[in-house]
């Protein structure tokens, strides 16, 4: 079966430090992959979009790679701050037919 | 900066009642979908709009949802009849370009309580 996974264990980490998160997926062969952020009790927020062919992309403190091989993404921000606490969400368009499928998201605490 | 908006924000409704949730995407974008969220769990998609006609749609989506654009402004999500187990946080979005290539736009959501 098709499985978006993402650790469902909250990670914290200390202010300053960089953050890593993790998506993996099975049974796809998604041509782009997106994450976003969530926080409590609103909706999802664009933060960045990756190709098939782009094995990095980066937007300030953020970063993504995508390794199409492994089927993974990992998704950084480094100089991590208090306010970049929330949920972070990586989505793919398995088929390129507008259902977009959402991974179950990893709750980031940056600690003070 | 454009928005996606939602009403109502918050609906409690008895089992077995209808309701419709509303949504205005954002004025330029032409892809639209309905999304929930069960408290805890994690955003699922349910179904795709483009050019007045639904795209895709989830196993969710059965026969009790149905979605309207029918003003060519508001987007509209219709449950005939609610379940204990619709309760969740439904929320809209649009897209410029479609999901291929554009990223979504969320609303804040409209909270849905069935009792």
């Known amino acids: 079966s098709q499985k978006i996974e993402q650790n469902s264990e909250a990670l914290n980490i200390q202010e300053g430090k960089t953050a890593t998160l993790t998506c993996n997926y099975t049974?796809?062969?998604?041509?782009?992959l997106q994450w976003y952020r969530q926080d409590p009790g609103r909706g999802p927020v664009f933060l960045l979009l990756i190709r098939e062919n782009e094995k990095e992309k980066r937007k300030e403190r953020l970063k993504v790679t995508f390794d199409t091989t492994l089927k993974q993404s990992l998704f950084h921000i480094t100089a991590s701050q208090p306010a970049d606490s929330a949920t972070y969400l990586c989505a793919l368009d398995p088929s390129g037919t507008y259902k977009y499928i959402f991974g179950t998201g990893t709750r980031l605490k940056v600690l003070a | 900066e454009p928005e996606v908006t939602q009403t109502p924000s918050h609906q409690v409704t008895q089992m077995g009642q209808e309701v419709i949730l509303r949504c205005v995407p954002i004025s330029n974008h032409l892809y639209f979908y309905w999304y929930r969220q069960i408290l805890g769990q994690k955003v699922e998609f349910l179904v795709s709009f483009y050019n007045n006609e639904i795209s895709e749609k989830s196993e969710i989506f059965d026969d009790q949802f149905s979605v309207e654009r029918p003003d060519g402004s508001n987007f509209t999500l219709k449950i005939r009849s609610t379940k204990l187990e619709d309760s969740a946080m439904y929320f809209c979005?649009?897209?410029?370009?479609?999901?291929?290539?554009?990223?979504?736009?969320f609303g804040e959501g409209s909270r849905l309580t069935v009792l």
């Open positions: 979005a649009s897209s410029a370009q479609g999901a291929r290539t554009g990223e979504l736009f």
């Open positions: 049974n796809y062969s998604p041509a782009y």
